[in-house]
Each structure stands twice: as structure tokens, then as C-alpha cells.
T-cell receptor, first 112, second 113 residues
């Protein structure tokens, strides 16, 4: 079945450091890919998404490019802030009204 | 903006009690989902629903049931709560197309003593 694998955390970075969180997927067909973020004490919210190969999703300085050849959707940010501390989930949606398939999440802590 | 509300942020129940978790959305979305979130396990899908009175089992339906009598409301029921059901429960909704985003509620942290 479909699956998402993302790097295990926790990841601890200093403010203004470069961030990469790796995400790879296994799926039949042409899934849509998502990054969700969960801030402390809150539910998940969509950070960015891409619906086809070579699309780049971006939001709040975060970017991810849908790479079909490597089945990857790595999350990047050039300069993280303390306020980016959260848990990040990679997810895919394969077709129609099927549920999202989530990775296990990566906790990011940014220290000043 | 989509609004997804859950009936409680924190809930404490005793083993054997029947527990109802309510989720309400205001966007006329067809699809609704219940997940539980546990450290190291990520999000696991319990049940989902494509439409009123319809339900589908997710990955971990054992010990749970659901009810969807109205489009905007999706209830998760723990028939007889057990300590291993202590968890964060998240409700989500989505519209009807294949690329639609899921929108999440704030979660209910349930503790079963």
C-alpha cells in the first residue's frame, strides 16, 4: 500500500540555520503531496502542497519540490526561527475520497 | 476560513465508561476523519466518512465506533474506554476532490484512568 517515510527527529537547530526534513513516498499512480505543521497544543494545519511532478509548494519561507524520479518531497527553509518549532508531517493523497497517508512526523526545535 | 471544532480540549474518563467525542465543521465538506496521535506512532486513522450515514474503517477501528447523522457532525464513540485509549484525538474534514486539503480541529486529549 501507499506509505510515507520521513526522517526521524528530533531535529534541533540554531536560529537562522538551514533546515531540511527528508520525505520519501511509495504510491501507485500520481499522488498529491503535502506538508502539515503542528504547533504546540494545536491541531495540524496545512503548510504547503504540490499536486504533480516538478511542482514546488511554498509558504512562510518553506519550500518543497515534488520529485517523481526520486519519489521525494523534502521540506526546506533557508533560515529558521524560534517560532518554527513544531512537529512537521509529510503526507500523500492518492485518489478521490481516500484518506491522507501520513509520515510519523519530525519534531523541530529551534533555539535562539 | 474552514472551522473545525471539537467538543473538548481535555477529557478525563474512567475505565469502562462510554465516551463521546464530537466534531463539527462549518464548510459543508463531505468527508470527515478521526485520527489518534501517539508519540512515535504519528497519526493513525480510526474511521472516516464520505457522506451522511456512511462510514469506513481506518487502520485501527477496534474499540471505536462512529456516527454521522448530519453532514456537519461526526462523532467518535468509545464503547467501553480502556487505558490504552489514552491519546490525542484529531478530527479532520475535506471537500470532495482528490487534491483537497484536510482541515484539522484542535484535538481532544483524552485520559482514561
Amino acid at each position: 500500500g501507499d506509505s510515507v517515510t520521513q526522517m526521524e527527529g528530533p531535529v534541533t537547530l540554531s536560529e537562522e540555520a538551514f533546515l531540511t526534513i527528508n520525505c520519501t513516498y511509495t504510491a501507485t499512480g500520481y499522488p498529491s503531496l503535502f506538508w502539515y505543521v503542528q504547533y504546540p497544543g494545536e491541531g495540524l494545519q496545512l503548510l504547503l502542497k504540490a499536486t504533480k511532478a516538478d511542482d514546488k509548494g511554498s509558504n512562510k519561507g518553506f519550500e518543497a519540490t515534488y520529485r517523481k524520479e526520486t519519489t521525494s518531497f523534502h521540506l526546506e527553509k533557508g533560515s529558521v526561527q524560534v517560532s518554527d518549532s513544531a512537529v512537521y508531517f509529510c503526507a500523500l493523497l492518492n485518489s478521490g475520497n481516500t484518506p491522507l497517508v501520513f509520515g510519523k512526523g519530525t519534531r523541530l526545535s529551534v533555539i535562539a | 476560513d474552514v472551522k473545525v471544532t471539537q467538543s473538548s480540549r481535555y477529557l478525563v474518563k474512567r475505565t469502562g465508561e462510554k465516551v463521546f467525542l464530537e466534531c463539527v465543521q462549518d464548510m459543508d465538506h463531505e468527508n470527515m476523519f478521526w485520527y489518534r496521535q501517539d508519540p512515535g506512532l504519528g497519526l493513525r486513522l480510526i474511521y472516516f466518512s464520505y457522506d451522511v450515514k456512511m462510514k469506513e474503517k481506518g487502520d485501527i477501528p477496534e474499540g471505536y465506533s462512529v456516527s454521522r447523522e448530519k453532514k456537519e457532525r461526526f462523532s467518535l464513540i468509545l464503547e467501553s474506554a480502556s487505558t490504552n485509549q489514552t491519546s490525542m484525538y484529531l478530527c479532520a474534514t475535506a471537500g470532495g476532490t482528490g487534491t483537497d486539503t484536510q482541515y484539522f480541529g484542535p484535538g481532544t486529549r483524552l485520559t482514561v484512568l
